[in-house]
Every structure is written in structure tokens, then in C-alpha cells.
């Protein structure tokens, strides 16, 4: 990745953790600004546990991939995420599920 990749990524990466700051959390988070991404993830279960009084322990992700848009409001339970990448698999819109990487494309 290009020198100027890494700073185009800082960049945005100061703004969504400077406006969560400043203003109010985001309505989808940019899962790859986040250095530790687990961290962000166990918060995310950790909120969802204490607000509906259950072990943590008994709390598992559900994963549901929404249609392309933009999200003004967070959800009611959980969060929106956005930014993805995936190795050996691509995204295919038409069926809505992973799918092998097209000819010569990482």
C-alpha cells in the first residue's frame, strides 16, 4: 500500500474518532479505522448485555447484511458497520452472499 494510502486512512481515521468525540457515536462505524477491532466488537456485546440485564457469556453476534444506503440513525440494538475487506472472496450483490473472487482480482 502506497505511503499516501496510509495517511488518506489516518486522516479519515481522526475525523470519525474526533466527531465521536465532539458530537455524538456514529450511525455506522468504519470497522477498519478501529486499530483493535476486538475491542470495538466485545464493547459492542458488552452494551447490548448490560442493557438487556444477561450474562455477556450467553450474548453471540447475528450478523445481517444491509442493503447499500445511507444510515442517519443507529439501530435500536447492536450497530451498523461498514468496511469490510475480504481475502479470496468477494461480495456478490445480485445473490446477497460471499462468492469466489473474480478472474486475476484479489
Known amino acids: 500500500k502506497p505511503f499516501a494510502g496510509y495517511v ?3 486522516l479519515a481515521r481522526l475525523k ?7 458530537e455524538k457515536p456514529p450511525a455506522v462505524y468504519w ?9 470495538f466488537l466485545t464493547g ?8 438487556n440485564k444477561v450474562p ?15 444510515y442517519v440513525e443507529s439501530p ?5 458497520i461498514d468496511g ?8 456478490d450483490y445480485g445473490t446477497a452472499e460471499l462468492a469466489d473472487p ?3 482480482q484479489l
Request: glycine share 6%.
Open 102 to 104: 473474480l478472474p486475476k
Open 76 to 80: 435500536e440494538r447492536g450497530a451498523y
Open 56 to 70: 455477556i457469556d450467553s450474548v453471540a453476534f447475528d450478523y445481517v447484511v444491509m442493503p447499500e444506503g445511507k
Open 44 to 51: 459492542t456485546l458488552q452494551n447490548f448485555a448490560r442493557r
Open 16 to 22: 470519525m474518532l474526533s466527531s465521536w468525540l465532539m
Open 8 to 10: 488518506h486512512d489516518l
Open 84 to 91: 469490510f475487506f475480504f481475502d479470496g472472496a468477494r461480495w
Open 31 to 39: 470497522i477498519s479505522g478501529f486499530y483493535f477491532t476486538q475491542a
